[in-house]
């Protein structure tokens, strides 16, 4: 009979792998506990109603007023100042990156890497570094302004173009590198003829998808004062001017789906 | 062989696509640091200020950690709740814009473009509309978190379901399935490795991006750190920022770990 050939020992292993799905049903149902309990929900105010109400009032009758009044304080201005802080930002980033990309690329097959273990280290250190407090930082050293929301752009999306950079390296084609090599090129010869032309498209196109991630946090950097468009944003909210809020909302889609479009667009043609 | 050289039409022979987007960058560039008031002599003039911020912030004042230990649960109690929410209003969404399950284009591409605009709303004005309707607290948080991971994991969730093998599915639908059931069935055993790793990366990034929300009132660490900051009290910044590195990094680990077992 087939029953008999499972044998005493292996009685244990049966049962574990039949039921080991309750263990995880049991974390899960732990950690939500946990989650649920833990919030105390402050539930919704009174005035929640009527706030909602009056934001989508706002939403539905933007202050078309605010467009361009050629005060340099208008939404055309500030969305293209959010833009021109994103873009500045990326392009110094894109270029502090390239030498922790090399850094931190693991070029050996060894396990543990030392060169590359700690370059990926200090790049997942920038990522975490939260961006508003960059930002705040900056503003102590330049004082308010876009100036800070550029260096606050461009110190933290190192991090993580960096990452992509460095993956790529690790991933790209050695064949042009071989050949130059086995021509007789020295090392630079290498970089400049092999490495760079090979590694250049995809380099473009993770800046252009950062850019399109750089684009939103501008526009929200403005919230702690470094430029842009969030700090109209801010303003208005706190002061309940519903209708600003909806046109500033209005700006603040409209360029990311144009940017995000445009972004998508080169990078289909590049890689 | 051929004595002369290949013909070379002359927006070749005179590089001028490269030429014109060179300019075009070097445009935009000037353009966009006239335009910030980009100042490299101010930033050098005022970096003692910045270096005395620094090694302010390089002396963490190890005991406020037990003060904010509990604030940092809350941030990832409101990560776990607001992408679970998020992660659970995707999934019909997420149906319905799959190309191979609705043949109705403009269902789906209105229910795409709807998507794409819910994705467009950065994190924190989210948080800062949230807390104007919720109030000051973490329930603004876990909704803007929701929101948030809504639009991203709806559009993870669609590529990942237009990739399916379309046997199963064709399987039920000859034997006269109904809709629900060939999702059920045919659907959603095929995907659900895919969603729980997709889940987990949200979650990820839920924990980093709520971490933040608080500057703003929505709950969680963030508002001790608009606090220390406000107090120009940088060694308990300092804290704060290492104790939510460590969250991060531990989150992510167990995140990454799950996933491998799961794909």
Do not use: C
Not at chain 1, 229 to 250: D, E, K, S, Y
Not at chain 2, 228 to 234: A, H, T
């Amino acid at each position: 009979m087939m029953q008999t050939t499972i044998s005493k020992q292996s009685l244990p292993l049966v049962i574990w792998r039949r039921w080991h799905w309750l263990l995880w049903v049991v974390a899960v149902a732990v950690i939500y506990t946990w989650a649920v309990t833990g919030l105390h929900f402050t539930g919704l105010q009174e005035s929640a109603a009527s706030v909602s109400q009056s934001i989508v009032h706002g939403l539905v009758q933007p202050d078309w007023a605010y467009v361009y009044n050629g005060s340099g304080e208008d939404l055309v201005s500030l969305v293209l100042q959010t833009l021109a802080i994103a873009f500045l930002g990326t392009f110094i980033s894109a270029l502090i990156s390239v030498p922790f990309a090399f850094w931190a690329a693991r070029g050996g097959r060894e396990w543990l890497h030392l060169r590359s273990g700690s370059g990926k280290i200090i790049l997942t250190l920038i990522r975490t570094f939260p961006e508003i407090v960059l930002a705040i930082m900056f503003i102590k050293a330049v004082g308010p302004g876009s100036y800070a929301g550029v260096l606050a752009v461009s110190i933290h999306s190192i991090g993580m173009l960096g990452k992509l950079f460095s993956e790529a390296i690790e991933n790209m084609d050695r064949g042009a590198d071989e050949a130059i090599m086995s021509a007789g090129g020295n090392s630079g010869q290498i970089f400049v003829l092999a490495t760079l032309p090979t590694i250049l498209p995809e380099f473009i196109s993770y800046t252009l998808y950062r850019f399109e991630i750089a684009v939103r946090s501008a526009s929200i950097l403005g919230m702690v004062g470094a430029g842009g468009i969030g700090t109209p944003m801010i303003f208005a909210i706190q002061t309940r001017n519903w209708p600003r809020v909806g046109i500033i909302l209005l700006g603040i889609v409209l360029m990311v789906l144009v940017i995000d479009t445009l972004s998508e667009q080169l990078r289909k043609r590049l890689v | 062989m051929t004595s002369q050289a290949p013909h070379q039409p002359w927006l070749q022979r005179w590089h001028v696509k490269p030429i014109g987007w060179t300019i075009l960058l070097v445009v935009l560039l000037v353009a966009s640091s006239r335009m910030t008031g980009v100042d490299v002599g101010m930033f050098l003039s005022n970096l003692d200020q910045f270096t005395a911020l620094l090694t302010r912030l390089s002396q963490p004042a190890w005991d406020y950690l037990p003060v904010i230990m509990r604030p940092l649960y809350e941030t990832i109690q409101m990560a776990i709740l607001g992408t679970t929410i998020g992660a659970a209003l995707a999934l019909p969404f997420a149906l319905l814009a799959a190309g191979n399950l609705v043949h109705n284009r403009w269902l789906r591409s209105g229910i795409r473009f709807w998507l794409d605009l819910v994705r467009t709303l950065p994190d924190l004005l989210l948080a800062a509309i949230f807390v104007a309707i919720f109030g000051i607290g973490s329930t603004a948080g876990v909704v803007t978190l929701a929101i948030f991971s809504f639009g991203m994991v709806s559009k993870l969730f669609y590529e990942v379901i237009e990739t399916i093998d379309m046997g199963p599915l064709e399987a039920l639908e000859s034997v006269g399935a109904g809709k629900l059931t060939v999702i059920w069935y045919a659907v959603l055993p095929q995907i659900l490795n895919q969603f729980v790793s997709y889940f987990l990366y949200t979650l990820e990034i839920n924990v980093r991006a709520s971490t933040v929300l608080g500057y703003l009132g929505a709950g969680g660490i963030g508002v001790f750190l608009q606090r220390s900051l406000n107090e120009f009290n940088y060694s308990q910044t300092a804290v704060i920022i290492l104790a939510t590195l460590v969250v991060v990094m531990v989150i992510d680990g167990i995140s990454n770990h799950l996933r491998r077992v799961l794909l």
